[in-house]
């Protein structure tokens, strides 16, 4: 682990291997260790920053709102710091993956390829974004087992409690252990993301996306049509996942992750 400081912010994160940069981008209410199945598999060719974002983990936490721009600022900040100037993939998960295009939008020179899992391109609907704000507010009144309560049974398959505990029992542990005033801000910030679909089709990088087939909050469907919409992307359905699918599926995503980061090396 290294801290890091940038963007007025101190950040924790993980710089692992060599070879082309990779930033690994957390989904919400979570931290970098979401991807800890990833990082031996990943790190032999490519050399991942793993970071927990503003308000997560043990990074800094800003009051208010922290929008997908500002995280998107926060990672070329860092990437800044790290003096990592070529162009990296960027692979998000959910949130992490309304950043990574936060991130395409404001910085695509600084983008090689681009991994979309288990995300959204669409903005939230008012009802959405209303709900959102009244979590914000439980969070910060009451902490966070109102919002495990609320989220957890949604990002994981139904399945997993039973056959995969100690996954289901991680994913709690990484939403207690969030801090509320930094989740609020996320949410509030997630919120008043705008939509992206005017995005896809500017997608001129190497992309793949992915969605776990009980995904319960960006379903496979969904995540079909945005891959659809970015011209030549790929769209996989990683099996015996829902939401969390690089923790629930480590297998078949790394597997994938590892083809997808391959070919690239290859192509260089
Ligand atoms: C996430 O996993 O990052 C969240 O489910 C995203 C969201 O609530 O829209």
Same mark, same amino acid.
């Given at each position: 682990?290294?801290?890091?400081?940038?963007?007025?912010?101190?950040?924790?994160?993980?710089?692992?291997?060599?070879?082309?940069?990779?930033?690994?981008?957390?989904?919400?209410?979570?931290?970098?260790?979401?991807?800890?199945?990833?990082?031996?598999?990943?790190?032999?060719?490519?050399?991942?920053?793993?970071?927990?974002?503003?308000?997560?983990?043990?990074?800094?936490?800003?009051?208010?709102?922290?929008?997908?721009?500002?995280?998107?600022?926060?990672?070329?900040?860092?990437?800044?710091?790290?003096?990592?100037?070529?162009?990296?993939?960027?692979?998000?998960?959910?949130?992490?993956?309304?950043?990574?295009?936060?991130?395409?939008?404001?910085?695509?020179?600084?983008?090689?390829?681009?991994?979309?899992?288990?995300?959204?391109?669409?903005?939230?609907?008012?009802?959405?974004?209303?709900?959102?704000?009244?979590?914000?507010?439980?969070?910060?009144?009451?902490?966070?087992?109102?919002?495990?309560?609320?989220?957890?049974?949604?990002?994981?398959?139904?399945?997993?409690?039973? *056959? @995969?505990?100690? /996954?289901? &029992?991680?994913? +709690?542990?990484? %939403?207690?252990?969030?801090?509320?005033?930094?989740?609020? =801000? #996320?949410?509030?910030?997630?919120?008043?993301?705008?939509?992206?679909?005017?995005?896809?089709?500017?997608?001129? *990088? @190497?992309?793949? /996306?992915? &969605?776990?087939? +009980?995904?319960? %909050?960006?379903?496979?469907?969904?995540?079909?049509?945005? =891959? #659809?919409?970015?011209?030549?992307?790929?769209?996989?359905?990683?099996?015996?996942?829902?939401?969390?699918?690089?923790?629930?599926?480590?297998?078949?995503?790394?597997?994938?992750?590892?083809?997808?980061?391959?070919?690239?090396?290859?192509?260089?």
């Amino acid at each position: 682990m290294r801290q890091i400081s940038a963007a007025g912010a101190t950040f924790n994160i993980i710089d692992r291997g060599a070879g082309p940069a990779v930033l690994l981008v957390h989904g919400f209410p979570l931290d970098h260790t979401m991807w800890h199945a990833q990082l031996d598999a990943l790190s032999v060719n490519n050399r991942l920053i793993v970071p927990d974002l503003r308000g997560f983990g043990r990074s800094t936490v800003t009051d208010g709102t922290v929008t997908m721009e500002q995280f998107a600022d926060d990672l070329v900040a860092l990437l800044d710091a790290l003096g990592i100037q070529q162009p990296v993939c960027v692979c998000g998960l959910s949130m992490g993956g309304y950043i990574a295009l936060a991130f395409w939008r404001k910085y695509r020179d600084r983008v090689r390829s681009l991994i979309l899992c288990d995300t959204r391109s669409a903005a939230d609907t008012p009802e959405a974004a209303a709900a959102r704000h009244t979590l914000a507010d439980k969070a910060t009144a009451e902490g966070m087992e109102k919002v495990a309560e609320a989220m957890l049974p949604k990002l994981i398959h139904p399945e997993t409690p039973k *056959v @995969r505990p100690q /996954v289901a &029992a991680a994913v +709690k542990q990484m %939403i207690l252990g969030t801090n509320p005033r930094g989740a609020a =801000a #996320a949410l509030r910030g997630m919120a008043s993301r705008p939509d992206c679909a005017d995005l896809l089709p500017t997608i001129n *990088v @190497r992309t793949l /996306v992915f &969605a776990g087939e +009980k995904d319960a %909050i960006s379903s496979p469907d969904e995540m079909r049509k945005i =891959a #659809a919409a970015i011209p030549g992307a790929t769209f996989v359905e990683i099996p015996e996942a829902g939401h969390m699918s690089p923790m629930e599926n480590p297998q078949r995503v790394n597997a994938e992750l590892q083809k997808f980061l391959a070919d690239e090396l290859l192509m260089r």
